[in-house]
C-alpha cells in the first residue's frame, strides 16, 4: 500500500501487526486515563472477563467467528486488489436470504432447512457484492463507492421489509417470527451434551466450526489453486495478469462474490445460531471491525483467527469491563479498532520503517 | 393556499436538512480536488459535534462551540492528511479508520464525561445557534405568495444557514477562478505538473485537507447546535455517506454539488412528511424507498446509466517525488 520497505518476511506478518497493536492499546489506554479510570485495572478486568471462566471464553469465541468471517471477506479481496467495505450490507442481506428460507421451510427436518439457510445467506451475500463488482468491471464505478451506497441500501431495505411484508405481525418491534426448532444451529454445549459431555453454556455455536472450515477453505483457495493464484496475480500486478491472459473482470467479479458470501455467513451465527429470528442490526459494526482483523492478520487465515480472538476478547471482555466500570463502555472497542485500522493500515509505514531501521543495523552488526 | 403552506413548509425544512450536507459535500470537494479521496467525512463531522456541543455546553457560547468543533474536526482531517500524504497511506483505510474512531470515541468520552448514556447535556440560548428573524419577517410573512418565502425560507436559518451558503459561493469562486484554486484542481489531476513548475504538492494537499476539516466543523456544529440542542451517539447517522453521494451526484463541482444537497434534503423532508400519509392514487408511500433514493441515484449515476461522473484523475494516489 505505501512504499516497499525491506523487512524479513516473518516480522512483516508478525511483528509489525503486534506492534500496530500494541500502539493502539497504549493510545486507548491514554483515552481511559482521561477518562478517570485506570487502564491496568480495566485492562485486567477486560482479560478476567474474556478469559476468566468457561462462559467468558465461550462469548468471546462466539464473537470471534463473526469476526473471523468479516475478516475472511475483507482478506480475500485485499488479495485481488479489491476493498470491501460492504461487509455489513452483505451480513444483513445474509440475513435476509437465511430468514427467507426459515420463514417459508422452517417446517421441514433440519437437515433440510440449515443447509438451504446457510446457503441462502451465501447467496444473499454474494449477491450484494457480486453487483459492486459487476459494476466496476462494466460500468467502471468504483467498489469502494458502491459498496458504501450498498450498506445503507441493504439496511433500508431490510427495515422495509421487516415493517411491511416479512415482520411478525402485531409486533411493534420490526423482527420476524421465532424460526421453529429445526431451524436452530445448535449451541456448542448442546453439541458437546450431545456426545455427553458438558462445557458452559453461551452463545457459541456450530457456526464457529464453519468458520474454522471456512478458514481453512480461504487458504487452500487462495494459496493452492489456479483461482487463487489468478486472485493474487490480478491484486499483485493487474498488467500481468493480462499478459498472462487472466480476465481481470472475471477474477474481480468472482472475488467480490466469494467476499459476500463470507460476509453473509456473519447471519449464519447471528441469525440460524443465537437470534432464531430475523431483526434489525444485527451486523452491529462488525464488518468494519472485519476490515482491523483483515489488516491485523495480513489477510491470511491463521492471522485472521488470531485477529479474531483478540477481537472477540475485547468485544466479551469489553461487555463484562463496562459492568464494573461503567464509564468505559464498549464503545471503546470500536475506538480501539479504528485505531489498529490506522496504525495498521494506513500508518503502518510509521511502524514499519523503525522496525526496518532496527533490522538493517542488527544485519551490519552480523556481518 | 393549504398546499403552498404545506410546500413552503417542506421547502423550509429541506433547507434545514441540507445545510450539513452542504458543509461536508464542500469538504469533500476541496479534499478530493487536491487528490485526497475523504470517505472519513462522517467521523469528521461527528468530532466536530460532540465538541461543539461539550465546548457549547461549559462556555455558553455557541461561537466557541463552533471553535472547538473545527479545531476537532481539524485535527481529524490531519490525521487523514498525514496518513494520506505524508506516509501515502491507503486513503479509504484510513478514512475508515477515522470514521470509527470518531464513533468510537464520542461515545466513549460523551457517555464518560455526562452518564447520559452518550448524549452532552441540553444547550439552549446563547449555545445553540438559533434561527436568525429578518427585518419585517412577521409582517411580511402576510402578504400572500411572496411573504411566506420571505418569511421562512430567506429568513428565519441560523447564521450557520447563511455561512453554508457563503462557503458554496466561496469555495465556487476560488476553485475556479483563482490561482489557488487552479493549483488545487492541478494537483488533483496531475500532481506531477504542479510539482514541476516547483509548486509543493504536499503543502497544497495539506492546505485543502485542513479546509475540509474547517467545513466539517461547520456541519458537525450545526448538527448539535443548530439542528439539536446536544449531542447524541452517532447523531451524523450517515450524513457524511449522503454528502459523498451528493459530491459524485455533483460531479465535483461547488453549485451542483450545493444543490444535490438541496436535493436530497428535500427527499428527507418529504419522507419525514409522507411518513403514514396515504398519497390519493398511489397509497402509501413506503419511507424507505424515499430514504434509499440518494444512494440509489448515485449508484445508477456512477454505473454511468445517466451521465457519467469522473473523479479527479490522481484522487486516491499518494504522490511520489521522483528522484
Not at chain 1, 459494476?135 to 421489509?161: C, D, P
Not at chain 1, 468494519?288 to 479474531?308: C, D, K, W
Not at chain 1, 511502524?351 to 544485519?363: E, N, T, Y
Not at chain 2, 468530532?47 to 455557541?62: C, H, K, L, M, P
Request: include cysteine; proline fraction near 4%.
Amino acid at each position: 500500500m505505501s512504499a516497499p520497505i525491506e523487512l524479513p518476511k516473518w516480522a512483516d506478518v508478525s511483528l509489525v501487526p503486534i506492534l500496530a497493536v500494541i500502539v493502539a492499546f497504549l493510545i486507548a489506554g491514554l483515552v481511559v486515563l482521561g477518562i478517570g479510570e485506570s487502564p491496568v485495572k480495566a485492562t485486567v478486568l477486560l482479560i478476567k472477563g474474556a478469559l476468566g471462566s468457561g462462559e467468558g471464553i465461550g462469548y468471546t469465541l462466539y464473537y470471534a467467528t463473526n469476526f473471523i468471517f468479516t475478516g475472511l471477506a475483507v482478506a480475500i479481496a485485499f488479495h485481488a486488489g479489491l476493498f470491501n467495505i460492504g461487509g455489513e450490507g452483505q451480513a444483513t442481506m445474509g440475513g435476509l436470504g437465511a430468514a427467507l428460507v426459515c420463514l417459508r421451510l422452517d417446517f421441514l427436518p433440519w437437515y433440510i432447512v440449515l443447509p438451504l439457510a446457510i446457503m441462502g445467506a451465501m447467496a444473499m451475500g454474494a449477491l450484494w457484492a457480486f453487483i459492486p463488482g459487476y459494476l466496476q468491471v462494466k460500468r467502471g464505478s468504483h467498489v469502494v463507492i458502491t459498496t458504501i451506497m450498498f450498506n445503507f441500501l441493504a439496511a433500508t431495505l431490510v427495515v422495509y421489509l421487516l415493517v411491511n411484508v416479512i415482520g411478525k405481525p402485531g409486533s411493534m418491534s420490526p423482527e420476524t417470527r421465532v424460526f421453529e426448532a429445526s431451524a436452530h444451529l445448535p449451541y456448542l454445549h448442546e453439541a458437546f451434551a450431545f456426545f455427553g459431555m458438558t462445557i458452559p453454556k453461551s452463545p457459541l455455536n456450530l457456526s464457529f466450526i464453519l468458520a474454522l472450515l471456512a478458514s481453512v477453505f480461504v487458504w487452500i483457495l487462495v494459496w493452492h489453486t489456479r483461482l487463487g493464484y489468478a486472485i493474487r496475480t490480478v491484486g499483485h500486478s493487474p498488467t500481468a495478469a493480462t499478459y498472462a491472459g487472466i480476465s481481470i473482470g472475471r477474477i474481480t467479479m468472482i472475488t467480490m462474490a466469494m467476499s459476500g458470501a463470507l460476509a453473509g455467513l456473519l447471519a449464519v451465527n447471528e441469525i440460524l445460531g443465537v437470534q432464531g429470528r430475523l431483526l434489525l442490526e444485527f451486523s452491529s459494526g462488525y464488518g468494519f471491525i472485519g476490515i482491523a482483523v483483515a489488516l491485523m492478520g495480513r489477510a491470511h487465515p491463521v492471522g485472521i483467527i488470531l485477529a479474531s480472538i483478540l477481537f472477540g476478547m475485547l468485544y466479551q471482555g469489553g461487555t463484562e469491563l463496562s459492568f464494573e466500570m461503567p464509564r468505559v463502555t464498549r464503545d471503546m472497542i470500536v475506538a480501539i479498532s479504528g485505531l489498529v485500522i490506522l496504525f495498521a493500515g494506513a500508518l503502518d509505514g510509521l511502524i514499519r520503517r523503525p522496525v526496518a531501521g532496527v533490522f538493517a543495523r542488527l544485519l551490519k552488526k552480523g556481518a | 393556499m393549504d398546499i403552498y403552506a404545506t410546500l413552503i413548509a417542506i421547502l423550509e425544512s429541506s433547507i434545514r436538512l441540507c445545510i450539513p450536507l452542504v458543509f461536508a459535500c464542500l469538504a469533500g470537494l476541496w479534499s478530493e480536488k487536491s487528490g485526497v479521496v475523504d470517505i472519513g467525512l462522517e467521523g469528521k463531522m461527528l468530532v466536530a459535534a460532540f465538541a461543539s456541543a461539550a465546548a457549547a455546553g461549559a462556555t455558553n457560547s455557541a461561537f466557541i462551540g463552533l471553535g472547538a468543533g473545527i479545531i476537532a474536526a481539524v485535527t481529524f482531517a490531519l490525521i487523514h492528511g498525514f496518513a494520506a500524504i505524508s506516509q501515502r497511506g491507503n486513503q479509504i483505510v484510513s478514512g475508515v479508520a477515522i470514521n470509527m474512531l470518531a464513533a468510537g470515541l464520542t461515545a466513549l468520552v460523551g457517555n464518560a464525561w455526562y452518564a447520559q448514556g452518550g448524549r452532552t447535556t441540553p444547550l439552549e440560548g446563547n449555545a445553540r445557534f438559533l434561527p436568525l428573524t429578518w427585518p419585517g419577517a412577521e409582517v411580511i410573512d402576510q402578504i400572500p405568495l411572496i411573504g411566506p418565502i420571505y418569511a421562512h425560507l430567506i429568513s428565519g436559518h441560523s447564521i450557520l444557514a447563511y455561512c453554508a451558503l457563503a462557503a458554496t459561493v466561496a469555495s465556487a469562486f476560488v476553485l475556479r477562478h483563482t490561482r489557488f484554486g487552479l493549483r488545487i484542481r492541478a494537483v488533483g489531476e496531475n500532481p506531477a505538473a504542479v510539482d514541476t513548475a516547483g509548486v509543493s504538492v504536499t503543502r497544497l494537499r495539506y492546505t485543502a485537507v485542513i479546509i475540509a476539516g474547517v467545513l466539517c466543523g461547520f456541519a458537525g456544529s450545526y448538527l448539535s447546535l443548530g439542528q439539536a440542542a446536544g449531542f447524541l451517539t452517532n447523531m451524523t447517522a450517515g450524513k457524511g455517506f449522503i454528502a459523498l453521494a451528493a459530491l459524485i451526484f455533483a460531479k465535483w463541482r461547488a453549485w451542483p454539488a450545493m444543490w444535490t444537497c438541496f436535493l436530497f434534503g428535500l427527499l428527507d423532508a418529504v419522507a419525514i412528511r409522507l411518513q403514514g400519509v396515504s398519497v390519493p392514487g398511489i397509497g402509501q408511500i413506503p419511507v424507505q424507498a424515499i430514504q434509499a433514493l440518494p444512494y440509489l441515484m448515485t449508484v445508477i449515476l456512477l454505473a454511468g446509466f445517466i451521465g457519467k461522473a469522473i473523479p479527479p484523475k490522481a484522487s486516491g494516489l499518494p504522490y511520489v517525488k521522483e528522484r
